[in-house]
């Protein structure tokens, strides 16, 4: 680290980077932007000026050969997720990666695989598990406020059409991306899933695209059983111009609700009483991922949510549309 402080190669130029992950590394006191690495320096000259990073490479491997790079934030399309994050571990560089973790859940096992190996750190943007609305509901759940848990609901809609010749319209591509709203919206969701109660039991989907004329799914909804019994339901669609985002976990004494998901409020139901919190998001939602982070670099320790954390989303979502394909219920974390 240079003057103690950890300096970060951002991998990809988008507006994650120009709108959050890039503000969060200013702002955050151990680091600094050292490198932006992006295929279009031309095109992206105006954001690159206005991060004003020392370096831009348009190569990773010359990136990674620098020795003043201590981290690397991956935020390219999915497909170059597990090579660029092996790669950057490979080459002595802990890696921040952007969701989801990969393709599919043996690409996302491989990245694990090779943190362990070179003992360098990695984490994924599920950004969302810093927040403080979302860390008092598994603190909730962890105390056993709501009773026996017996129903999470899971539901987003919103309209996503772009430009065939926009930037991301990458997304549109599975080969690219590893799938429509599931994987590209829903990860997050099923991120928080797996944090709040681990990998579901078993699972059953029905994978579409009801509306739109791209390739990957427009809709999806998914039956899922957790370990304890309780069961969750998940809609995902990318084809309603009626926005919704909401998370509603009932037990047998309480309710929480989440609605917006990213609002303000948090509400909790006990009997026909509610009281409402207010909690709202951070003003950069990135800036607590990449504070943990850089802290865990100074602090020599590990980051609060690594490889593995991430690795469940994907597990999950590889499920889903194994399970769309056969039509059929399948096991995601058997019971033992």
Known sequence: MGDGKVRWAVVGVGDIVRK??????????????YACVTHHAEEKRAEITALAPRKVYSDLDATLDDPHVDAVYVATPVFLHAPQTIA????????????????????????????EQTGRRLAVAYYRRFWSRFRWVKQMLDRGDLG???LVRLVLHSWYCPDPDAPGAWRLRAELSGG?????????????????FGLPRELTAHVATLTHSYPVEDSATVLMALTHGA?????????????TDEIHIAGTEAKVTLHPCDGEDV???VGRKTERRKM???????????????RAIVEDRSPQFTGPDGLKATRIIDAIYQSS???????????K
């Open 20 to 33: 959050r992950v890039a503000p969060a590394i200013l702002r955050q006191p151990d680091s600094t932007l």
């Open 88 to 115: 950057a571990l490979r080459a002595g560089k802990d890696v921040v990666v952007e969701k989801p973790m990969a393709l599919d859940a043996a690409e996302a096992a491989e990245m694990c695989r090779a943190a």
């Open 148 to 150: 026996q848990v017996v």
């Open 180 to 196: 429509g709203v599931v994987s590209d919206v829903g990860s997050h969701r099923l991120d928080l899933l797996a944090w709040w």
């Open 231 to 243: 069961q969750v339901t998940g809609s995902f669609h990318w084809n309603s111009k009626t926005w």
């Open 267 to 269: 509400v909790v139901t």
């Open 280 to 294: 709202p998001k951070p003003e950069n939602g990135h800036f607590p991922l990449i504070d943990d982070f850089a």
């Open 325 to 335: 394909r056969q039509r059929c219920w399948l096991p995601v974390c058997p019971a």
